[in-house]
């Protein structure tokens, strides 16, 4: 670990989950004054009462603005808002404010290869981390995906390498967090309630390549104009992908193959995961930069079947494939999740009505939907969304075991069954895991 000078700064850590208790534990550990703030009370929170057995200064039950006085730094969980008040003050007295990614860039040993976009970062992300086991790079990966940044970059050696997942709101918080390969692999409209806009989403993910240099490496989507924008700006060697035309550089597709550099490196014929082939594009440019063998790189994508919850295969019963995508909670990816599939697709939607409508999955239900089968609060919306596309194959049932059960007998061999919601799950679910664990549950039930 770089032993970076904290000595005696007033650093005040908001928000007590796992990124705020590593970050307040590490920077007392570099000499930091820490103080701790939660807006639950301290007795309700395990990880709080923790950090305060530990001697740490911990304020719960609400953010007074007195905190401020003095402080030098603050360190947010991700998720606060900056709208927040106290935040919104310390805006005002020009006090920085950053996520524990931007301590975990100043700290760590080994480069960082990090990944973000709005959809198919945790895909990508351990498909990269799998790669590069076939290196002598022995990577570790953190993030967004799980496991708290700046906690294993104080342990990382310079000869490793940090895979990163990275979100919008982490990102917000860097100045100067220096990726050695940046991945950027898509933008869309999402998370607009944390950020307000588009443009300024955008530019939270496109700080993943503002402070690299030419000896580092952006790679990017080249079929989205606004990624490519974002990384042609940066200083680093531009490696692009594309899985719609032909590139003079970068990872794209030849006929059959998937080409680095014009180098064939494995047949699109041979990959398990043909549906995600964005994903796997973006992995291979990591791959090849990192020096990983075409045969190497061959036998894990010949046996990758994706993230838990995330466009997973799930098994196939009679020649119908299931796919679990309990991960879409949005139109956007119900949608990228539907532009994965050439064969008839019977589509599992349905969860939270947060209020907004589902016209734009009409040129989906015209095109790609041979049946919707739909349920939870948002059934009746799904419903008239298909009648209006002219999708008059539409089932409403009670929750997912009856779906797939319904699925299953309107399907045709070679059909799709692919849950991908398109809706939060709280409305029948704690979380979106538990929707896609009942969905592989009731599928193996076949």
Same mark, same amino acid.
């Given at each position: ?18 990124? *705020? ?47 401020? #006085?003095?402080? #030098?730094?603050? +360190? ?40 973000? =976009? ?77 950020? =307000? ?21 952006? +790679? ?49 014929? #041979? ?19 990192? =020096? ?13 079947? *994706? ?47 947060? *209020? ?19 349920? =939870? ?18 089932? +409403?049932? #009670? ?48």
């Amino acid at each position: 670990m770089k032993r970076v000078n904290y000595e005696n700064k007033s650093v005040l850590v908001l928000g007590i989950a796992k990124s *705020g208790f590593a970050a307040a534990k590490l920077l007392r550990s570099l000499g930091a004054k820490v103080k701790v703030n939660d807006r639950e009370e301290v007795k309700n929170n395990p990880k709080a009462m923790e950090l305060q057995e530990l001697g740490f200064t911990v304020v719960g039950g609400g953010h007074p603005l007195e905190l401020l #006085d003095g402080v #030098d730094l603050i +360190v947010k969980n991700p998720g606060i808002p900056y709208e927040n008040p106290l935040l919104a003050e310390a805006q005002k007295r020009e006090i920085p404010i950053v996520t524990e990614v931007e301590i975990a860039g100043e700290i760590s040993e080994a480069p960082f290869v990090a990944i973000t =976009g709005s959809n198919g970062k945790t895909t990508t992300t351990t498909l990269i981390g799998q790669l590069l086991r076939h290196t002598e790079s022995n990577p570790i990966v953190a993030g967004n995906i799980g496991t708290v940044v700046c906690e294993v970059a104080a342990e990382a050696t310079p000869n490793q390498t940090l895979v990163t997942e990275l979100s919008s709101f982490q990102l917000q918080g860097t100045m100067n967090f220096h990726p050695h390969i940046a991945v950027l692999l898509n933008i869309y409209e999402a998370h607009l309630d944390y950020h =307000g806009t588009k443009e300024a989403y955008a530019a939270a993910k496109a700080r993943l390549f503002q402070n690299q240099t030419e000896e580092d490496f952006a +790679v990017y989507n080249a079929d989205d104009q606004l990624v490519t924008g974002f990384a042609e700006a940066s200083n680093a060697s531009l490696v692009p992908f594309s899985a719609t035309k032909t590139l003079d550089s970068g990872v794209c597709i030849d006929e059959e193959w998937i080409v680095f550099k014009e180098e064939k490196v494995i047949k699109i014929e #041979d990959l398990s995961m043909k549906q995600n082939v964005e994903n796997t594009l973006a992995a291979i440019a990591v791959a090849k930069l990192s =020096g990983v063998s075409n045969e190497k790189i061959h036998q894990e994508l010949t046996n990758f079947h *994706g993230v838990k919850h995330r466009l997973q295969f799930v098994g196939e019963v009679n020649a119908r494939k299931f796919y679990n995508d309990s991960k879409a909670t949005n139109s956007i990816a119900t949608k990228k999740a539907l532009d994965s599939f050439k064969k008839p697709v019977i589509l599992l939607a349905g969860g939270l009505d947060r *209020g907004n409508g589902f016209d734009d999955l009409i040129p989906y239900f015209q095109t790609k939907v041979k049946h919707l089968i739909t349920f =939870g609060q948002t059934a009746s919306k799904l419903e008239k969304t298909a009648s209006s596309a002219g999708l008059d194959s539409v089932t +409403v049932v #009670d929750n997912v075991e009856e779906a797939v059960t319904t699925a299953y007998n309107l399907s045709e061999a070679e059909d799709v069954v692919l849950l991908s919601p398109a809706c939060a799950s709280w409305d029948q679910f704690k979380t979106f895991e538990e929707r896609g664990d009942i969905f592989i549950e009731a599928m193996h039930r076949l």
